[in-house]
């Protein structure tokens, strides 16, 4: 058990609607990550924050946006869904994840993700 | 921009065979390099890492050397077991630059037959 937790764990639904992942971090982790692993794209990053601020974006679709709340828990919301958007979404957390803060360890908790289908 | 290439899989071996899982990457600083696992139906788990040229990352029989010439950071188990079987990935991340963002190949799923 990583002690990140990610619900819900499976969710099907229809091209055009909107969902949100929610995650957990460890206790005590400031950072939260969300990667998108599907079959073809393989793990891709779509972003990062830091104690409530973003921090990093990568691949990710303008439909889709995150936010980290003052509990440091934080949401993945997917909006007008394409059947290209089924996959399986990982969030990780970590202590740090602020350069010159600590050093990097490159350490990140994993999540035991949410499966996403799109019919 | 920085990337991760790493043999294409399935691997399927016979237990106590030996495991070898080619990764190579290309970075824009001087990256530490690492390898997650993931089990049928869980999240990613860092298996080991090494942060510096000539390091040897080791955990679980696994090990892995940082060969900053070749660019390479191979995995490699000398005799593996039925519970080995999961994908693998190799990753890596440049310190000091904005968070811990991990950079990953496509994975490499390896599966040991008894």
């Known amino acids: 058990d990583s002690g990140v937790t990610q619900t819900p764990k499976h969710l099907i639904t229809a091209t055009g609607q909107r969902v949100t992942l929610r995650c957990s971090p460890r206790?005590?982790?400031?950072?939260v990550y969300w990667y998108q692993q599907s079959l073809d794209q393989g793990l891709q990053f779509l972003i990062h924050?830091?104690?409530?601020?973003?921090?990093a974006k990568g691949n990710i679709l303008e439909r889709f946006s995150a936010q980290q709340f003052p509990d440091l828990h934080s949401e993945l919301n997917l909006s007008s869904l394409e059947l290209g958007d089924s996959a399986l979404y990982f969030c990780?957390?970590?202590?740090?994840?602020?350069?010159?803060?600590?050093?990097?360890?490159?350490?990140?908790?994993f999540g035991e993700g949410s499966r996403l289908t799109v019919l | 921009g920085d990337s991760v290439t790493q043999m294409e899989g399935p691997v399927t071996l016979s237990e106590e065979a030996f495991l070898t899982i080619n990764c190579t990457y290309t970075?824009?600083?001087?990256?530490?390099l690492f390898w997650y696992v993931q089990y049928p139906g869980e999240g990613l788990q860092l298996l080991l890492k090494?942060?510096?040229?000539?390091d040897k990352g080791s955990n679980k029989g696994f090990e892995a050397t940082y060969r900053k010439e070749t660019t390479s950071f191979h995995l490699e188990k000398g005799s593996v077991q039925v519970s080995d079987s999961a994908v693998y990935f190799c990753?890596?991340?440049?310190?000091?630059?904005?968070?811990?963002?991990?950079?990953f190949g496509g994975g490499t799923r390896v599966l040991v037959k008894p």
């Open positions: 990780a957390s970590s202590v740090s994840g602020l350069a010159g803060v600590f050093e990097n360890t490159g350490e990140l908790f």
């Open positions: 206790s005590g982790d400031l950072s």
């Open positions: 924050y830091y104690n409530g601020e973003e921090r």
């Open positions: 970075a824009t600083g001087y990256p530490s």
């Open positions: 090494a942060t510096k040229a000539d």
């Open positions: 990753a890596l991340s440049i310190p000091r630059t904005a968070g811990n963002k991990l950079t």
